[in-house]
């Protein structure tokens, strides 16, 4: 069982910036691949970012390509979400999620997840 905790979130204006982390409790960390997903009030559950076991791949949504910045560190078990230059739509709970091994954009592929951390931005 992989324990995931989210941490980071905050009020900000649009055209701020935040970074989320994720710390896993599973010292085999390094074997599972990681996402970023988020929930706005009356919406499903969305993807926003996904790196692979080993970080040589990373996958986006398009609503975030070229603001947001998935990274992990196998060594601290902890993946991070910097989110650049954001937006009132960029508004949701934001949650951490593993899965074995390989990067996914599915909501339903992965296993564990976290209790989620809020994000804010005014305009």
């Known amino acids: 069982q992989v324990q995931l905790v989210e941490s980071g979130g905050g009020l900000v204006q649009a055209g701020g910036s935040l970074r989320l982390s994720c710390t896993a409790s599973?010292?085999?960390?390094?074997?599972?691949?990681m996402g970023w997903f988020r929930q706005a009030p009356g919406k499903e559950r969305e993807f926003v970012a996904a790196?692979?076991?080993?970080?040589?791949?990373?996958e986006y949504a398009d609503s975030v390509k070229g603001r947001f910045t998935i990274s992990r560190n196998n060594a601290k078990n902890t993946v991070d979400l910097q989110m650049n230059s954001l937006k009132p739509e960029d508004t949701a709970v934001y949650y951490c999620?593993?899965?074995?091994?390989?990067?996914?954009?599915?909501?339903?592929?992965?296993?564990?997840w976290g209790q989620g951390t809020q994000v804010t931005v005014s305009s």
């Open positions: 599973e010292r085999t960390f390094s074997n599972y691949g």
């Open positions: 999620a593993a899965r074995p091994r390989f990067i996914a954009t599915m909501r339903d592929e992965y296993r564990y």
């Open positions: 790196i692979g076991w080993s970080s040589t791949r990373t």
